[in-house]
């Protein structure tokens, strides 16, 4: 019996001793997860190697996803938001001031001779159809533009985020998309009227006489476009050549390389040193900053445009609206481009339903 309760003592005992080794090792492992692993002493090595590395990611490298951090972006947002945004604005305002500052002086542009009862063909459908074409898709692409620089500062504070949100997005897409028919309606007008527009001997004189615009009675000759008429063809097309590039630059991102192309180009054609090595990012930022520029300077244009064409002078709407002018405007302000009518006899005259009541007495022939 003695030796059987020794027995069991000992074997107590073992279990005891195994119980309280086990509880010290959980105990220890607990305890240093609770601290933590320890800390390891920095290698300087290592932080010289992770400071070149840093400096390699801050440089970037061209192409696709290439630049993990530009340094530059910075400024450029900076002057996006900041000069960028608030010449932008200043150039509309100072178009708008002037053309009303205009109107209040010079009043409304009539015609001189009065409503001659008489119209005939200025544009044919074709020329209308593309010209329309190209308006309505640029005063789409302006506003939806506007919104992009302006919007956060002008709508969002009416609209609240969520609508103004909703309606960006959707400004977006179709900004987008109308893109290519201003692009259709460009190259419309071009092929249309580019033999129309080159710089004649006419012209001169058109320009030293103001166009008329300034002085009552004074109506300088000029073919079928007068010289302000050509200027705006001309930067019509140019700028909006440029505004095309740099958009199609803006809608399949990391594609071109316009502007190195471009910079290299003027380098050997001016000896300036515009920088030619440029990342796919700092690519994106000129194709913004030059989109936003030429069209704003491009609205600015099409807004004397407007103006000069509808409320700023009597009969020329009817040139882009029903195709169809009166003769004594026609001869007030193309006079070379009658002339040529008759002689070549296309002057096809109609009798004027719209305008009879105003005709009559009150006209006279203009010479």
């Not at 302006?150 to 109308?178: C, E, R």
């Amino acid at each position: 019996m003695t030796k059987v309760l020794a027995a069991l003592n000992i074997r107590h005992l073992l279990i005891a001793s195994l119980f309280v080794v086990f509880a010290a090792f959980g105990a220890s492992t607990v305890s240093a997860d609770v601290r933590g692993p320890a800390p390891i002493q920095p290698d300087l090595q290592y932080l010289n190697e992770d400071s070149n590395f840093w400096k390699k990611i801050r440089h970037g490298q061209e192409g696709r996803g290439g630049q993990l951090i530009q340094s530059q972006g910075e400024d450029w947002r900076i002057f996006r938001n900041g000069p960028l945004l608030k010449y932008t604005a200043t150039g509309l305002g100072a178009m708008v001031a002037l053309l009303a500052l205009f109107f209040l002086i010079r009043g409304r542009i009539k015609i001189e001779h009065g409503w001659s009862g008489w119209t005939i063909e200025r544009f044919n459908m074709p020329e209308r159809m593309g010209h329309w074409i190209l308006a309505v898709s640029f005063i789409i692409l302006g506003l939806t533009g506007l919104n992009v620089s302006f919007g956060k500062h002008v709508l969002m504070p009416i609209l609240g985020k969520d609508l103004f949100s909703t309606i960006s997005i959707g400004a977006k897409y179709l900004h987008n998309y109308v893109a290519f028919a201003f692009i259709l309606g460009l190259a419309w007008v071009f092929i249309a009227w580019i033999k129309d527009n080159f710089p004649r001997s006419a012209d001169i004189t058109w320009i030293k006489q103001g166009g008329g615009l300034f002085s009552k009675g004074v109506h300088p000759p000029s073919h079928k476009f007068n010289a302000g008429q050509k200027l705006i063809f001309w930067s019509v097309i140019l700028t909006g050549v440029s505004i095309s590039l740099s958009g199609w630059a803006l809608l399949f991102p990391f594609e071109t390389n316009m502007f190195a192309k471009t910079f290299w180009i003027i380098n050997g054609v001016v000896g300036t040193t515009l920088p030619t090595e440029l990342t796919g990012i700092q690519e994106q930022q000129y194709a913004v900053t030059w989109h936003n520029i030429m069209a704003i300077f491009m609205i600015c244009i099409i807004l004397a445009h407007i103006y000069i064409g509808s409320v700023g002078m009597q009969g020329a709407f009817d040139a882009m609206g029903s195709g169809r002018v009166d003769l004594n405007w026609a001869k007030e302000h193309h006079s070379l481009w009658v002339d040529k009518l008759e002689s070549e006899d296309k002057l096809d005259k109609q009798p004027d339903e719209t305008h009879q009541a105003d005709a009559g007495a009150k006209a006279q022939p203009a010479e």
